[in-house]
């Protein structure tokens, strides 16, 4: 008798301090957010009404604005959230004078979701930096701040037609689909990569606090979930060889793939429902690009896994590049696993450990994916009187872009063994991270 109350009174402690932990860890994550007032660009943050706008976004704790604006001044972050926070020192004579910076979208507007010329697309956002207007027209070519190309940059121009006129070139798609064989030059750069003067990526986490990245839920994400793994795939010739990976990994578990290349669908106009039905019977979610280049992570890992409370399995990007871009412990990359047949063999064990899969849950709540206002960082930058005073150029921006391919050039043997050997997989120790350390 005295044995078993032993243990209950053990089981009981455990419990309280478990409580106890849970509490403390909220408490201390809600005081963070209290001396951390959410700036302007996350939900329901409240926006500066005060005519004194440059004291007002000076700001407090870790989002003070930063002069780190530049990928040469910081090579290591993506200066997302400084560019955000950057309004220049004199910016309430700006204002007063009426002067409005002028950018000529030299090529397109679609893409970079423009509906109208003119200011609409910095009032409506808000932006803390508003003093700039569009143009398409032609003949502001020499007299534009900046004269900003979509996808590719006409071989005829040669350099801006002046000192202080910016050329900048905005590109969204991988490395393996926009490719230019002439060397080119511009002064700035606006893609997914994290070395670009103006980041414009697929998706944006931003914690509350860096220093809380992780929060013991209360939910179990497993719940109800009566499905393995899900692909929502269109393209069955991606040059990574995504889709046999697909089909190795199917040898050893279960995976529904939907569209062109699998026996299910989901048609797009019924998209919303598509992505209900992954939440609700969906554990995990191949999250594969269609193509391995640095840093281009899309929609598919940002969207269609975390937004949906789903697990996603990484393939693209190094694994390097998903963890300077996503929440702390949200997702497996395929590059963790020797083989097919080992990422299926940890799936399983997910998949039986309730416990184990909702740990990569413990990053909700602790910040959330923001809106990364492009053209407000454009405009904002636009008034760096630094930046336009020494001009920085990409000699070869051919060369640059090229880089993004490079670098996993060598990878390719490594694609190929994913899939092909024997064993299913022939990388070394050092490539595999111990899952459950």
Not at 139 to 165: E, V, W
């Amino acid at each position: 008798m005295d044995v078993i109350l032993i243990v209950l009174v053990i089981m009981l402690n455990s419990m309280l301090s478990l409580m106890l932990s849970i509490f403390l860890r909220r408490e201390q994550h809600q005081i963070a957010l209290e001396n951390n007032v959410k700036p302007w660009f996350f939900k329901n943050a409240q926006y500066p009404k005060s005519k004194a706008l440059h004291k007002e976004l000076k700001g407090e704790g870790a989002f003070r604005p930063n002069s780190k604006l530049f990928p040469f001044q910081d090579p290591h972050s993506d200066r997302i959230v400084n560019q955000l926070m950057y309004v220049p020192p004199d910016y309430e004579e700006i204002r007063g004078s009426g002067t409005l910076k002028t950018i000529l979208l030299a090529n397109s507007s679609e893409s970079l979701q423009v509906q109208e010329a003119g200011r609409v697309v910095f009032l409506l956002s808000n932006c803390p930096v508003d003093t700039c207007a569009i143009t398409l027209l032609d003949n502001y070519t020499d007299i534009a701040d900046m004269i900003l190309y979509d996808d590719y940059i006409p071989p005829r121009i040669n350099g801006p037609s002046n000192s202080r006129q910016v050329t900048m070139i905005y590109l969204l798609e991988n490395a393996f689909t926009v490719y230019f064989k002439e060397p080119l030059s511009v002064n700035w750069t606006a893609t997914y990569r994290r070395d670009s003067d103006i980041v414009t990526p697929y998706g944006k986490w931003q914690y509350y606090d860096e220093r809380v990245k992780q929060i013991q839920q209360d939910r179990n994400y497993a719940s109800n979930k009566t499905k393995s793994v899900a692909w929502f795939v269109s393209n069955c010739f991606a040059n990574n060889h995504r889709l046999e990976y697909a089909e190795a990994l199917s040898k050893h578990i279960e995976v529904d793939i939907y569209g062109d290349c699998g026996p299910y669908s989901c048609p797009r106009e019924t998209e919303e429902a598509c992505f209900q039905m992954l939440e609700r019977d969906y554990k995990f979610y191949l999250a594969f690009e269609n193509g391995d280049c640095k840093d281009y992570v899309t929609e598919k890992f940002f969207v269609n896994a975390l937004n949906h409370n789903i697990l996603p399995i990484a393939m693209g990007a190094r694994p390097e590049d998903y963890a300077a871009i996503a929440p702390m412990n949200s997702y497996i990359h395929v590059d963790q696993f020797a083989s097919p047949k080992e990422l299926a063999n940890y799936l399983h064990i997910l998949d039986k450990n309730d416990s184990l899969y909702n740990t990569y849950f413990n990053w909700k709540g602790t910040g959330e994916f923001i809106n990364t206002y492009f053209w407000c960082r454009v405009c904002a930058l636009l008034h760096d009187e630094d930046a336009l005073r020494n001009p920085r150029w990409y000699t070869n921006f051919s060369d640059w872009w090229k880089g993004s391919v490079e670098l996993l050039f060598s990878q390719l043997i490594e694609i190929s063994a994913r899939y092909d050997s024997p064993g299913g997989g022939n990388k070394t120790e050092e490539h595999v991270k111990n899952i459950t350390d």
